[in-house]
């Protein structure tokens, strides 16, 4: 599959999963594609105490760990209500030190002046990142 549309399908899902768990409202969804062709969608936990909420592609993260995919690819998107338009957010510096896990080259999805769905290697939002002190070798651990 061609990554413009994976990407795509991303989006769809991702509109997809918050007109339906959020039909009014504010809403947000997580998507990630792993190597293995798979889809995996998550929210954020909504509380009462805001520093006990965790991004919103985190569960979608989860689960491709758990089922021991490699993540080729994450988006989060967002709304403000019903009728406003949807936004990409790019992933947090958390979330890409979590991304990382999967290696410099997950493409993630970014916050653009248009508007438009662009996706980005990790490393090159990150091309200081703290991993460049180490030998390749001592930080690899991802194996398909």
């Given at each position: 599959?061609r990554?413009?549309?994976?990407?795509?399908?991303?989006?769809?899902?991702?509109?997809?999963?918050?007109?339906?768990?959020?039909?009014?409202?504010?809403?947000g969804?997580?998507?990630?594609h792993?190597s293995?062709?798979?889809?995996?969608?998550?929210?954020?936990?909504?509380?009462?105490?805001?520093?006990?909420?965790?991004?919103?592609?985190l569960?979608?993260?989860l689960?491709?760990?758990?089922?021991?995919?490699?993540?080729?690819h994450?988006?989060?998107?967002?709304?403000d209500?019903?009728?406003a338009?949807?936004r990409?957010?790019?992933?947090?510096g958390i979330?890409?030190?979590?991304?990382?896990?999967?290696?410099e080259d997950?493409?993630?999805?970014?916050?653009?002046?248009?508007?438009?769905?662009?996706?980005?290697?990790?490393?090159e939002?990150?091309?200081?990142?703290?991993?460049k002190?180490?030998?390749?070798?001592e930080?690899?651990?991802?194996?398909?």
């Amino acid at each position: 599959m061609r990554c413009y549309e994976i990407e795509n399908e991303m989006y769809r899902r991702a509109v997809e999963l918050i007109e339906q768990r959020y039909p009014v409202g504010w809403g947000g969804a997580g998507v990630v594609h792993t190597s293995k062709g798979n889809y995996y969608t998550s929210v954020c936990i909504e509380t009462a105490n805001a520093s006990a909420t965790v991004c919103i592609e985190l569960g979608a993260m989860l689960e491709a760990h758990k089922y021991n995919e490699k993540v080729t690819h994450c988006m989060c998107l967002i709304r403000d209500d019903e009728s406003a338009p949807y936004r990409v957010l790019t992933p947090c510096g958390i979330c890409q030190e979590r991304l990382r896990y999967w290696g410099e080259d997950v493409q993630v999805a970014v916050t653009t002046e248009e508007e438009t769905i662009k996706f980005v290697e990790l490393k090159e939002l990150q091309p200081y990142h703290w991993t460049k002190a180490y030998p390749a070798d001592e930080l690899e651990h991802w194996e398909e």
